[in-house]
């Protein structure tokens, strides 16, 4: 079992950057999770944003972060991070960490891909 604890979220200005923190912890082996990051804004369903595999050897991203966002993992912090620049006010949401145990590489863009979640961080972008 992992626990996830999404952080560094705030209310920040069109143009700037913010970088998420998702924090695993729990008796498991994290590096052996695939995580992806997922936003959901106000009346909206939850959308994949970016994943990273359990290496950190393939990323993916949804079109619309391609070049502005950046996830990486530090396997030795058990921490996903999701660097974000050129924010935008479209992407206002609060943003989750999702992860689920698997060495396979593949992109994983479905909530029921993940079993594990964190509680989830705000992002506000003004304009």
């Known amino acids: 079992q992992v626990q996830l604890v999404e952080s560094g979220g705030g209310l920040v200005q069109a143009g700037d950057s913010l970088r998420l923190s998702c924090a695993a912890s729990?008796?498991?082996?994290?590096?052996?999770?695939?995580v992806g990051w997922f936003r959901q804004a106000p009346g909206k369903e939850r959308d994949y944003v970016a994943q990273?595999?359990?290496?950190?050897?393939?990323?993916y991203y949804t079109d619309s972060v391609k070049g502005r966002f950046t996830i990486s993992r530090d396997n030795a912090k058990n921490t996903v991070y999701l660097q974000m620049s050129s924010l935008k006010p479209e992407d206002t949401a609060v943003y989750y960490c999702?992860?689920?145990?698997?060495?396979?590489?593949?992109?994983?863009?479905?909530?029921?891909?993940?079993?594990?979640w964190g509680q989830g961080t705000q992002v506000t972008v003004s304009s």
């Open positions: 999702a992860a689920s145990a698997g060495l396979g590489t593949s992109e994983r863009r479905a909530t029921s891909d993940y079993n594990h």
């Open positions: 729990g008796r498991t082996t994290f590096s052996i999770y695939r």
């Open positions: 990273i595999s359990w290496n950190g050897g393939n990323t």
